[in-house]
């Protein structure tokens, strides 16, 4: 049973505009949520994180937003950039447990 | 210059037998990971150490062995039980005990013909 779901397999968005990616958890003792992106053939790279204490964290062109009642969590890119064109993965993990699960990924196309 | 490596990159095995995926990290951290991504599912959990000479299961360890005999390295075997043992293989590592980011190899593509 996926823990973590990424639901969107593609999204496309013009350059400019702003891309959500969303992701969903079942696990309630899940307290640390990262996203990562991918390239093919490639290890993921780490992009921002946020704690299950916070609903909200900025870093650059990238903000994520965790509603902690509703087990979701989204990243919002702002300004999208032909350059942020790449798989996004959601992963969320536990203190306790120290496990970390993704979902299945996102395929962001951002168009010139 | 710290990091974590996973060597070899490509990797060509016939079916029936082991095969052993290297991962070595200098960071110095606690935690170590592997994960198998398949086309369309995802990075999916095998097997995670939080400390030496301890490791957990994943969501999909049948087939799969690992070992912890020094922080630094967590090698996988895919042994001849694991029916679909072709895929991209990935390691990954962070500190133990507080939530922090994974920084990941650059992974091994297994082939078994």
């Known amino acids: 049973d996926q823990q973590v779901k990424q639901n969107s397999p593609s999204l496309s968005v013009q350059e400019g505009r702003i891309s959500i990616l969303n992701c969903d958890y079942t696990n309630s003792m899940f307290d640390y949520f990262l996203w990562y992106k991918k390239y093919p053939a490639e290890g993921p790279t780490f992009l921002i994180s946020?704690?299950?204490?916070?609903d909200k964290n900025e870093d650059g062109r990238f903000t994520v937003f965790l509603n902690k009642s509703a087990k979701h969590l989204s990243l919002h890119i702002v300004p999208s950039q032909p350059g942020d064109s790449a798989v996004y993965f959601c992963a969320a993990s536990s203190y306790n447990n120290n496990d970390m699960r993704f979902g299945a990924g996102t395929r962001l196309t951002v168009k010139p | 210059d710290g990091g974590i490596t996973q060597s070899p990159k490509y990797l060509f095995r016939k079916e029936g037998q082991n095969v052993t995926l290297s991962c070595e990290q200098n960071?110095?951290?606690?935690?170590m990971y592997w994960y198998r991504q398949d086309p369309g599912q995802g990075l999916r959990l095998i097997y995670y150490s939080q400390i030496v000479n301890d490791f957990q299961k994943g969501d999909i360890a049948e087939g799969y062995s690992v070992s912890r005999e020094k922080k630094e390295s967590f090698p996988l075997t895919v042994t001849s039980a694991q029916k679909n043992p072709t895929a991209f293989y990935l390691c990954a590592s962070r500190t133990g005990g507080t939530n922090t980011e994974a920084f990941f190899g650059q992974g091994t593509r297994l082939t078994v013909v």
């Open positions: 946020i704690s299950s204490i916070k």
């Open positions: 960071l110095n951290h606690d935690a």
